[in-house]
C-alpha cells in the first residue's frame, strides 16, 4: 500500500469514529430529556396527592337574645346597719349575743350593773313624792289667797323639776339593758364583761347589718347617665359563690357628676332572700342598656380581623371553608351579635382558622 491509500483509509477510519461518538452523544441528550420530562410529570403527581384537609373546630350560628352592656365592679353593703354604743355610763354585766347571731330589733344585746341606777330611780321618787305633797297642801290654801304667787311658783317649778328628774332616773335605768335597734346580724362584737362602757365609744359594743337586701354602689362615666334609669336590670357574677350570677335593680341614681373623675354614683338594690350573700363580698357588674331578641349569634373565638374588616369561615357541605366578611353589634360573654354577613343557619370555624385560606379543604374534627 503505498502512502496515498494508507493516508486516505486512516481520515475514512477518523470520520467514522467522530460520526460514531456524535451519535452516542445524540442518544444520551435525548435520554436525559426523556428522564427530566418523566420526573417532572412525577413531581406533578406527588403535588397534587399533598393537598390535604386541614382539621379544624366548627359551630353552629344561632338566634338568641342578646344584651348591651357596660361592666364594671362593686362592693356589696348593707342597707341598713347600726353601730350600738352604750348610752349610759356603767360596768358592763351580761352580754347576750356572740358575733353571726340573728337579731330581732328590741331584743336585749348586753346589761350593765344596774345597782346605781336603781338607786338613782328610788332617790328620784322619793323627792317626788315629797314634792307632791308639798304642792297638795299649797293647791289648798293658794284658791283662798293665803299664799303669795311667789311662793306658789317656786313650788309648782320644784315640781316639774322632780318629775324631770324622775323620768331621767327611769331612762338611765332603761338603758342600762342595751338592747338592737334594727333587725339584722352581728356582725361585731366588741363588748367584754367587767369593761366600762365608755371604753367602747369609738370601736362600738356591737355592729348590726340587715342583708336580707343589700347594695351594691357603681361609679359610671358621664357619658353613661342618658342609658340609665331607675329599676334598670343588672346582672352580678359573684367570685364568692363560684361565679353565681345575681339579679340585681337600679335603687338610686346620684344627680351630681363628679369633676374629679367624671363619674356619678349608682347604687344598686341587690335582693338576698336566700341569705347567700354577705356585706363586703367582691362582684363583677353587669348594667344592662338593652336586650335584642331573634339576633344572629356567632361564637366571638370565630371571628378573625383582617385588614380593618371583621371576618369568620363558613364552612359549605363540600367541606370548603369559604371566607365571609361580618358586621358585628352588641357584645355580651363569648357571643357577639351579626348584623349583616350570616343569615343565622351557617357552620362556621372557630378553631384552627388562624392560617385557612379562602376555599380551603377542611375536615371537621369536633363540633
Known amino acids: 500500500m503505498n502512502a496515498l491509500t494508507y493516508g486516505n483509509v486512516t481520515d475514512s477510519m477518523n470520520n467514522k469514529f467522530k460520526m460514531a461518538a456524535l451519535a452516542v452523544l445524540l442518544s444520551t441528550v435525548v435520554l436525559l430529556n426523556g428522564c427530566g420530562k418523566a420526573e417532572a410529570v412525577k413531581t406533578d403527581g406527588e403535588i397534587a396527592e399533598e393537598v390535604i384537609p386541614i382539621p379544624v373546630e366548627v359551630r353552629l350560628v344561632q338566634k338568641g337574645s342578646i344584651s348591651s352592656n357596660y361592666t364594671t365592679t362593686a362592693v356589696l353593703e348593707a342597707k341598713e346597719e347600726a353601730f350600738v354604743v352604750g348610752r349610759a355610763s356603767g360596768i358592763i354585766e351580761q ?18 350593773e344596774p345597782e346605781r341606777y336603781e338607786l338613782n330611780l328610788r332617790r328620784a321618787q322619793a323627792d317626788m313624792t315629797g314634792i307632791e305633797k308639798e304642792l297638795a297642801k ?25 318629775k324631770a328628774t324622775l323620768a331621767l332616773a327611769k331612762l338611765d335605768l332603761k338603758e342600762a339593758t342595751i338592747v338592737a335597734p334594727i333587725s339584722g346580724y352581728i356582725a361585731e ?55 353565681a350570677e345575681i339579679n340585681a335593680f337600679v335603687e338610686r341614681i346620684s344627680p351630681v357628676i363628679d369633676s374629679k373623675t367624671g363619674t356619678f354614683k349608682v347604687t344598686l338594690r341587690v335582693p338576698n332572700e336566700d341569705k347567700k350573700l354577705m356585706t363586703g363580698m367582691f362582684t363583677q357588674v353587669s348594667l344592662n342598656y338593652n336586650t335584642r331578641d331573634n339576633a344572629t349569634l356567632l361564637p366571638r373565638k370565630a371571628m378573625l380581623a383582617m385588614d380593618d374588616t371583621v371576618n369568620v369561615f363558613v364552612v359549605d357541605d363540600q367541606g370548603i371553608a369559604r371566607k365571609v366578611t361580618i358586621t358585628t353589634g352588641y357584645k355580651e360573654g363569648k357571643y357577639v351579635e351579626v348584623t349583616e354577613g350570616l343569615s343565622g343557619n351557617e357552620t362556621v370555624v372557630v378553631t384552627g382558622h388562624q392560617n385557612l385560606k379562602d376555599n380551603a379543604l377542611v375536615n371537621i374534627v369536633s363540633g
Open 95 to 112: 352580754i347576750m349575743v356572740e358575733e353571726g347571731d340573728y337579731v330581732e330589733k328590741g331584743q336585749i344585746l348586753a346589761k350593765l
Open 189 to 243: 362584737r366588741n363588748a367584754k364583761v367587767g369593761n366600762l362602757t365608755e371604753s367602747f365609744q369609738r370601736e362600738r359594743m356591737f355592729h348590726i347589718v340587715q342583708q336580707k337586701e343589700l347594695y351594691g354602689i357603681v361609679y359610671l362615666p358621664e357619658k353613661e347617665l342618658s342609658k340609665v334609669h331607675k329599676d334598670q336590670k343588672a346582672r352580678l357574677i359573684v367570685t364568692a359563690l363560684n361565679d
Open 138 to 162: 299649797i293647791n289648798k290654801v293658794y284658791h283662798q289667797k293665803l299664799v303669795s304667787d311667789d311662793t306658789y311658783d317656786k313650788i309648782t317649778a320644784q315640781y316639774e323639776s322632780a
